[in-house]
């Protein structure tokens, strides 16, 4: 459940601070949304609200922020590479179901990369 709300902030995060702060895009003709100055805040937030759920985790809160942080990389590239991959396919949007909502895919796609290295990275931090 950590894993999952950690990477659902960070993509909340990213969309904020981006809002908020962004002005130079990453890859304007994969996703002209996603901002440097979104991403770089999204990682320190993310890490440290991170930090902050460590009490309800098996983690200490520093290996927490680690992890916060980390996952907002990972989710950020996942994002980017669906996005690629879905701009070279034609595919604006991948479902319907939800009014508003983009499909299930896009709810997920940060996840993507995020989830092999979380669980990678949670290996590292329990056999230390």
Not at 79 to 98: E, F, N, P, Q, Y
């Amino acid at each position: 459940m950590f894993f999952v709300l950690i990477a659902q902030l960070a993509s909340v995060f990213e969309r904020g601070w981006g809002y908020l702060a962004g002005r130079h895009v990453i890859a304007e003709k994969i996703n002209a949304s996603r901002t440097w100055e979104g991403f770089l805040g999204s990682m320190v937030t993310t890490g440290i609200v991170a930090a902050l759920l460590a009490w309800a985790t098996p983690f200490y809160w520093w290996e927490a922020g680690i992890l916060g942080a980390v996952v907002t990389v990972m989710a950020c590239a996942g994002t980017m590479t669906m996005s690629a991959i879905k701009r070279d396919r034609g595919v604006t949007d991948t479902g319907t179901l939800v009014q508003g909502h983009a499909g299930i895919l896009d709810q997920i796609d940060n996840m993507c990369f995020a989830a092999p290295v979380f669980y990678h990275l949670t290996r590292f931090f329990w056999s230390i």
